[in-house]
C-alpha cells in the first residue's frame, strides 16, 4: 500500500463538505417530517374510531418488515410516476426517509405514552381532573420525558442511515467521498475519513443523549 | 398516470430465477452474519459485565466504534479498504482469490456490525438481573465463570429472546445493503428486473411480499411471546382507553 495521503482529503474538503450540508439537510428535515407523522400515527393508533388504528398498525408494520433501501427505490420508482413528471433524486429520497422513520417514531411515541403506568391516570382521574387535563399535566409529560432520549437516539440512527441514498445517486457526504475516492483513486485515504467523521459525530451525539437522559432521571 | 400491468412477468424466466435466487443469497448473507453476531455479540455482551477493567474497555470500544459508524461505510471499509491495509500476501488473497467476495464481505460486515447491537442486548439482559443473586450464587462458592454459566446467563437469555428475536429481523433488511457492494440479494435482483423490463411495481412489490414472508412469522412469535411477558399494570394493556 502506498502512503497515506492525508493532501488528498485537505483538497477534497470543499466538496466533502457540500455533500455533509446535503446529509445534515435530509438528516434535520426528515426528522421533523418523521416526528410529525409518527406523533399522527400514535394518536390514530391508541385514540381513533375503528378501521384507523387497524390502519396505521398495518402501515408501521408494513415499513417496518421491508429493508430501507427498498424503500428509497420505491419512492425513487413511485414519485415521479405519482406526479407525472421526474423530479430530482432529492424530494424522493426525502420522502422516502420521512414515511420510514416515522413508523419507528411512531412506535417510539406510542411506548412513551404506554409505559406510563396505569395508577398514574387513574389517580389524576380520582383528584377531579378530566380526562384530558389528566393527559396533559399527568401522563403526557412523564411520556415525553420517557421518550425524548430515545426519539433523539432514533435520529442519530436517521443520520446513519441517509448514508443509503448513495444507490440513488445523491451527493450526501459518503457519495461525494466516493467520488473522490474513484476520481483520485484513493479509497483508503476517502473512506478512512469518512468513517472517523461519522464515528465522532455520532458518539458525541449518543453523549449528549446520554448526559440529558441523565438529567432526566434525576 | 397511465402504467402497463404485467404481473405474469414475475413469473417467467429470467426474472422468476432472479428472485429466486435474490432470495436465496438473502437469507444466506443473513444467517451468515447472525452466526457471527450471536456468538461475538454474546462474548462482548458478557465482556461488558464482567468486573475486569481491561475487557470492559475493549468490548465497550468495540461496541462504541462500530455503532458509530454507517453500516454502509461499514460496508465498504470491508470491501475497499481492508484489502489495502493487511499484509500484501492477505489482500492479495482477498482480492483475486476469495470465491464469491461480495458474499462473504457482505456476511462478515454484517456480522461484526449486528456483533455490538447484539453486544448491548446482551449486556442490557444480564444487568436486568438483581445483583442480589450474583451475590448469592457467588456466596454459595460458585466461581464467577460458574456463575455466569450456571445463574446469569441461562436467565438473561430467557429474557433475551424477544429482543434478540427482533435483532435477527433486522439482519434480514440490514442484508440489503449488500446490494452497494455488489451483491445480488432480493433488493438487487427486484431492482435489476426493474431496470431490464420498466415494471418497477411489480418487481418492487414482489421483493416486499418477500420480504413480509420473511418476517411475519417471526413478528407473530414475538408477539405471542411479547403478551407472555408484558408487565402487569402498564397503560399499554387494554384497548380500553
Redesign the interface.
Known sequence: MSEFDFGVILRALPFLWQGMQLTLLLTVLAMMGGILLGTGLALMRMWAPTPFPQLAAGYVNLLRSIPLILVVFWFYFLVPLAIGRAVGAFPSALIAFTMFEAAYYSEIIRAGIQGVARGQLAAAEATGLTYLQAMRYVVLPQAFRAMLPVLLTQSIILFQDTSLVYVVGLHDFLTAATVVAGRDNRLVELYTFVAVIYLVLCVAASYGVRCLRLRFVQ | ?N?NWNWGLLFVEPYFGFLVSGLRTTVLIALGAWAIAFVLGSLLGIARTVPIWGVRVVATAYV??F????????M??WF??VP??VPRDW?RWLKRELPDPEFWTAVVALGFYTACRVAEQVRAGIQSISKGLLNAALATGLTLPRTYLHVLLPLSYRLLIPVLTSEF?TI??????A??IGAAEL?AQ??QI?SLTFH??EA?TA??VL??AI??SV?FLMRSLETRMRIP?????GAD?
Do not use: C, D, W
Not at chain 2, 172 to 177: A, D, G, M, P, R
Not at chain 2, 233 to 237: E, N, P, R, S, Y
Open positions: 398516470m402504467y462504541e466504534i455503532r458509530g459508524i454507517p453500516l454502509l461505510v461499514q465498504f471499509l475497499f479498504v489495502e491495509i489482500g429481523l434480514f433488511k440490514n442484508s440489503s445493503l446490494l452497494t433488493t427486484s431492482r426493474e418497477g411495481f418492487f421483493a416486499t420480504y413480509i418476517t411475519l413478528i399494570g402498564m397503560l399499554g394493556q382507553r
